[in-house]
Structures are given as C-alpha cells and as structure tokens.
C-alpha cells in the first residue's frame, strides 16, 4: 500500500511538472501528457498487491525502470516551444488511448493475477476470454502501445529508438520468462493456449 501512495504521488508530481513545461506552447500536448499520467495512475490503483513468489530478476526491475522513465521523459526535448503537427498528435494521442484501454482492460480481467511482477501465485488460474482468447499479454501490448504514441505525439525520434529498445531487451526478455513460469503451473492446458494465440499482437509476434 505504502508503495502505490509512493508512486501515486510521484505521478501527480511529474504531471504537474510535464504540463506546466508544456502548456505554455500547446495545449494538445499538455492534453496528451495529462492522459498519459492519468493512465499511469489508474494502473497503479487497479492492480493487485503481489502474492506468491517473485520471480523478477533484479537487474531486469530496475532496467524497465529506466526504459520506461526514458520513454516519458525525452520526448519532453521536443515539447518546449515545439507545435505538434495536427495529424502526428492526433495519431499519436489515438494509440495512446487505445493502449491504454488495452492495458488496463487486461489488468481488469486478470484480477489477482494480474500484479506487475513475475510471480509464482499459490492457486493460480489461467484467463482466457475476452482479449485472451487472441493475445497472451495484451497488459505489455497496452504499454507499448501507450509508450508508442507518446513518442508519435511529440515527433520524437530518438524516443521511438528506446522504444525498440524496451520492446526487444525489456518486453519480449519478460515474456519469455513470463511463459516459462506458465508453462511450469499449468503444463499441457498452457501448450494448448498456446498454439491458438498470438504473444502480443496477432499476426506479428
């Protein structure tokens, strides 16, 4: 509980800073930077208190850590005195809205089991319905999606670069680790879920 009041009041701060940085140029984009922490914040209450085992490798914490604190914050490079461009932010603005939705729509679903940690739960029950019965960690493509339509709002290049980055070192290094801790509680009804589901967005990957 301490840690979501912590993080909670972290976001308000940041908000607070990011639209006052903001603000003075575009109204869009301090629009955008309010939905994004407003995200962020949602998230934080709905899900779960860890139960169980974690699993999560030190490093790999604190590498994501720094990914996604790079993936919110350099675009700021490009928000003073810059005007977003209508189509860019409005696009930009869309997939963050819709990543979102995903996420936390996923979070939702999971319940208890849906904590931000790898954890190994004591009763465990595997969710497939609703946009499980298509994707297996739809919660990591809201968050791509989210983090990817920030950089797109701002213009931001080098941004899209670290997203790759937190996709390919952060994301699929966690799934990964994720299904083999799936596969352990779950066994052959896991290798069935499998072979009708996409890992984060059908027909790519």
Known sequence: MRRKVALSLFLVMSASAMIAYTLPNSMLLAVEVLILHLFFLVDVIIRPLMEGVDRERRWRAIWGKVLMLALVYVPLYNGQGAVPRPYFAATGLGVLVFGAIVASWGRVCLGRMGTPNLTIMAEPRLYTKGMYRFIRHPIYTGFALVFLGHQITFLCKPGLIIWLVFLVSFIHARIQVEEEMLVE??????????????????YVY
């Open 185 to 202: 509680q779950f066994r052959r009804s896991y290798f069935e879920y499998q072979k009708g589901t996409w890992k984060l967005l059908p």
